[in-house]
């Protein structure tokens, strides 16, 4: 018998599993697609112990009870199918993790079916991607307290040590606060890997710097205060090359989404809360989506590109600032979902699970943690100053962006809403005046 089930054996699932198996959790594997399956053993040693199987009834019972059964595949009509499989043939008590991006709505109402069926369920994000689940992900987990119990011994032996010295999962709250989470730190990722992208554009357009050149810039971040993970890998991938050529040079600038980023924005929307980063991030994937579009306009506007000098303090400061509205942002979403849906998530927690194993693990989550009221954000005025002094390099690269015509998706966004927020008066004193004279509607006057 085996000690745990991992249904849908990809390359996050396999990563998983031989992950487990490595520190002698024995696992059953199934996948519907019995082409994952074929070689598995041979081509990874430590899953030698594993049982593999093509007929998920004698996966299911190969498990030892209670069940524990981890589920990793795309969120919608296969995670539905898989649910109503397990349902069928799980026994009472048994537990299902949902382990797939899954809309936090979905995550809940998969919890209600599965409890009305006397099993156990967990929602549990997992960030580290191929490599990162290898070596030991960050979980963040929601669902029953009976079945976090049962597993977290397992958990605590395949993820990573954080930044408090304890591993990177957490048990943030009996419903689908666990989802929710991942949902906010892929929203965050979305916005790290554009204020990257947009560093990366801005030198590259100077006609000034080669890949290797940006490269170099973000080796000697990497060194210092702004070193993360994904900084890490866009340095490597500016450098890498096929076929003679660079790899950039022949990729398609057309970016795909998963669609957590339009989640965490229909939350902010439903809760009324500014998320202006991530939806500048992912406005800049639709639009290089529409190519149609883009090529209609490109052969009407006349581009006069011309070379344009950079100041790299400046561009540094500016970088440090985007990232501060962008986690400041996110925090004050948490905080508003908490109030409005009764939970508790402590954004502490959240970023010590995030400070290691994930992929937007970096010096600035171990910097908030330890020097910012995080759980507190509103009432800390370190930050407040910090991005008062940061912000004369960020307006020194919008200069030049907009001087040159060279498009930063998120840069403007970050200034323009610290200046909303820390201003005692706004524009929308006007929009109230104007609603109150086409609609009637109420004003309130001071």
């Not at 093509?54 to 190969?62: G, L, N, Q, V």
């Not at 973000?218 to 070193?227: C, E, G, Q, S, V």
């Not at 639009?287 to 052969?299: L, Q």
């Not at 060279?406 to 008066?425: R, V």
Request: charged share 20%; net charge negative; hydrophobic share 40%.
């Amino acid at each position: 018998m085996s000690d745990f089930g991992i249904i849908g054996i990809g390359r996050i699932g396999t990563s998983m599993a031989r992950n487990m198996s490595s520190k002698g959790i024995i696992v059953s594997l199934y996948d519907k697609s019995h082409n994952f399956l074929k070689n598995l053993k041979s081509d990874y040693p430590e899953l030698e112990a594993s049982l593999v199987f093509d007929d998920i009834c004698k996966f299911i019972s190969s498990i030892s009870k209670p069940r524990k059964v981890l589920v990793l595949v795309p969120s919608g009509s296969a995670l539905d199918e898989v649910i109503s499989i397990l349902i069928k043939y799980l026994d009472p008590k048994d537990i299902l993790i949902d382990g797939g991006n899954t809309n936090p709505n979905v995550c809940l109402k998969n919890h209600q079916t599965i409890k009305s069926k006397n099993l156990f369920y967990l929602g549990m994000g997992v960030s580290g991607g191929v490599k990162g689940v290898l070596e030991g992900p960050s979980l963040m987990i929601g669902g029953d307290t009976n079945a976090f119990d049962e597993v977290k011994n397992i958990f605590s032996q395949i993820t990573s040590n954080t930044i408090n010295d304890s591993k990177s999962f957490e048990f943030f709250g009996d419903s689908n606060q666990g989802h929710f989470v991942k949902m906010i730190h892929n929203g965050i990722e979305y916005v790290e890997m554009q204020l990257i992208s947009s560093i990366y554009y801005l030198m590259i357009n100077s006609k000034k710097y080669m890949y290797d050149d940006v490269a170099k810039i973000f080796k000697k971040w990497n060194d210092i205060d702004l070193n993360s993970y994904l900084l890490e890998i866009s340095l490597l991938k500016l450098s890498e090359k096929t076929d003679d050529s660079y790899l950039l040079d022949r990729i398609d600038d057309m970016a795909d989404d998963n669609g957590t980023g339009r989640w965490m924005l229909k939350h902010a929307i439903d809760l009324g809360c500014s998320v202006s980063m991530l939806n500048s991030a992912i406005d800049s994937r639709f639009i290089s989506n529409d190519k149609n579009t883009r090529s209609k306009a490109n052969k009407l506007i006349k581009e006069d590109k011309k070379e344009y000098d950079i100041d790299f303090e400046s561009l540094a400061n500016a970088y440090r600032f985007c990232r501060l509205i962008n986690y400041f942002q996110a925090f004050l979403l948490m905080d508003s979902a908490n109030k409005s849906y009764r939970w508790n998530i402590r954004i502490s927690n959240a970023l010590n699970v995030w400070s290691n194993g994930s992929i937007i693990k970096s010096n600035l989550i171990n910097t908030l943690l330890n020097d910012y009221l995080v759980d507190n954000i509103l009432d800390d005025t370190n930050i407040f100053n910090n991005l008062n002094e940061l912000k004369p390099g960020l307006i020194n690269i919008l200069n030049t962006s907009l001087t040159n015509d060279i498009s930063l998706p998120c840069f403007n966004e970050a200034l323009n809403y610290f200046n909303q927020i820390s201003s005692s008066s706004l524009s929308t004193k006007l929009i109230q005046a104007q609603r109150n004279y086409f609609g009637s509607h109420e004003i309130k006057i001071n």
